[in-house]
């Protein structure tokens, strides 16, 4: 196994580390994060409660979103760009490449009114892609973007000083990524897995909290044959 650092961690982390290759590069350079020699300066863009209240934030340009309020995820479902099932799967969701989220020490918190509404439980606080799943399990039950037809990862990713306070699923979901660093950040009530990163290549978590779900789940309506 690669070099992955994995401090202070508790409760249920699920990172698939065979595939942790080398210790990720990251540095500071006058104020902008370099990731393997690329420094990301395009963006630079505050998030308020606003900016999640008609759905996901689909980050598609490269550069720096940086939280300035606790977020509560409680989002309406008349976008154009609702899943085909109905229900937003995550808060942001990261689609393209070279991208850091500067939490500032503030929560990104599933709210129990839309938990209600998704009885299922698929959501994630920062999806690393554009849908939850790739491969054949790609939009499984329509949990899709409309305007998505394959999968579509996120590399040279931070995530810095965030918290994530409850999600019914995941904290931060990914498959496939390159260069992902989450630094800082502290998980709890979390209640499927925390972090789950299927097949990441050049990863670090570092200093991060992780507690376990004291919050129950949703309970799924039950139908009777």
Avoid at 209 to 215: C, V
Wanted: glycine letters at 8%; charged letters at 20%; one cysteine or more.
């Amino acid at each position: 196994m690669g070099h992955c650092k994995n401090k202070h961690v508790k409760g249920n982390l699920q990172v698939d580390g065979t595939t942790c290759l080398k210790k990720l590069k990251v540095k500071k350079v006058d104020g902008d994060l370099t990731v393997n020699g690329k420094i990301n300066t395009k963006l630079q863009k505050q998030l308020n409660q606003n900016s999640f209240k008609d759905g996901t934030l689909r980050i598609t340009e490269s550069g720096t979103y940086s939280l300035c309020e606790d977020i509560s995820f409680n989002p309406t479902l008349t976008r154009a760009d609702l899943p085909v099932n109905g229900l937003w799967f995550a808060a942001i969701s990261i689609e393209t490449d070279d991208v850091i989220i500067e939490g500032n020490g503030f929560d990104i918190r599933l709210s129990d009114e839309y938990a209600a509404k998704n009885p299922a439980n698929v959501y994630t606080a920062i999806l690393l892609g554009n849908n939850l799943f790739s491969g054949a399990l790609f939009g499984v039950n329509g949990s899709r973007y409309p305007d998505t037809t394959s999968y579509v990862t996120a590399n040279n990713v931070r995530i810095n000083n965030l918290k994530v306070s409850y999600s019914s699923h995941f904290a931060i979901r990914g498959s496939n990524n390159t260069c992902v660093e989450i630094t800082g950040c502290s998980f709890e009530n979390c209640l499927i897995t925390t972090v789950a990163l299927q097949g990441p290549i050049d990863l670090i978590i570092d200093n991060c909290k992780f507690k376990g779900a004291i919050i129950p789940p949703p309970s799924i309506p039950t139908q009777t044959l």
